[in-house]
């Protein structure tokens, strides 16, 4: 079994070292997955708690579009729950999309993301809901304050990362 922790006992700082250290020993998964989750995330004891007891070899990941009806389901970990939060309020409250003018230029041209959130499926999980987010917070965050907003239509599409 492959797990977070052994992933993770592998980190280097070079992301391609790391990456091809966690190939080495069976982790297969897109290298965007790969920076976003399992290195940038190195350190996450949230990540950990959650991903802990899954076997990560097996786990397959697609890129998939979703609606906004759909993104409004997703289940956010408490420990995510907060970052969600203040995306949204700074959007709302402050029209604050991102520091980032290319983040914030994304928004306004295309009324989505750069790089799609991560998402782990509920089967992966043992639940019953549909999906898990993983990465992308700040990104949920603006978009279902776009939604509420009406800035964005609830039936666009927006692509996401999915581990089955």
Same mark, same amino acid.
Not at 1 to 16: C, V
Not at 92 to 107: G, Q
Not at 137 to 155: I, K, P
């Given at each position: 079994?492959?797990?977070?922790?052994?992933?993770?006992?592998?980190?280097?700082?070079?992301?391609?070292?790391?990456?091809?250290?966690?190939?080495? /020993?069976?982790?297969?998964?897109?290298? %965007? @997955?790969?920076? &976003?989750?399992?290195?940038?995330?190195?350190? !996450?004891?949230?990540? #950990?708690?959650?991903?802990?007891?899954?076997?990560?070899?097996?786990?397959?990941?697609?890129?998939?579009?979703?609606?906004?009806?759909?993104?409004?389901?997703?289940? /956010?970990?408490?420990?995510?729950?907060? %970052? @969600?939060?203040? &995306?949204?309020?700074?959007?709302?409250?402050? !029209?604050?999309?991102? #520091?980032?003018?290319?983040?914030?230029?994304?928004?306004?041209?295309?009324?989505?993301?750069?790089?799609?959130?991560?998402?782990?499926?509920?089967?992966?999980?043992?639940?019953?809901?549909?999906?898990?987010?993983? @990465?992308?917070?700040?990104?949920?965050?603006?978009?279902?304050?776009?939604?509420?907003?009406?800035?964005?239509?609830?039936?666009?599409?927006?692509?996401?990362?999915?581990?089955?």
């Amino acid at each position: 079994m492959l797990t977070w922790t052994r992933i993770q006992s592998l980190y280097e700082p070079i992301t391609d070292r790391h990456a091809r250290a966690a190939q080495l /020993v069976g982790l297969s998964c897109p290298p %965007a @997955v790969f920076t &976003a989750l399992f290195h940038d995330r190195h350190d !996450d004891p949230n990540l #950990e708690s959650l991903l802990g007891g899954i076997d990560v070899s097996q786990v397959r990941w697609e890129k998939e579009d979703r609606s906004g009806v759909d993104l409004r389901q997703i289940c /956010v970990d408490r420990a995510f729950q907060e %970052a @969600v939060d203040e &995306a949204y309020r700074d959007m709302v409250d402050n !029209d604050v999309i991102h #520091e980032r003018e290319d983040v914030v230029a994304s928004w306004r041209e295309t009324g989505t993301w750069i790089e799609p959130p991560i998402l782990l499926s509920g089967a992966v999980l043992g639940a019953t809901v549909r999906d898990y987010l993983l @990465v992308g917070s700040t990104r949920l965050g603006c978009l279902l304050a776009s939604l509420d907003q009406g800035v964005v239509t609830e039936f666009a599409r927006h692509q996401v990362w999915v581990g089955h």
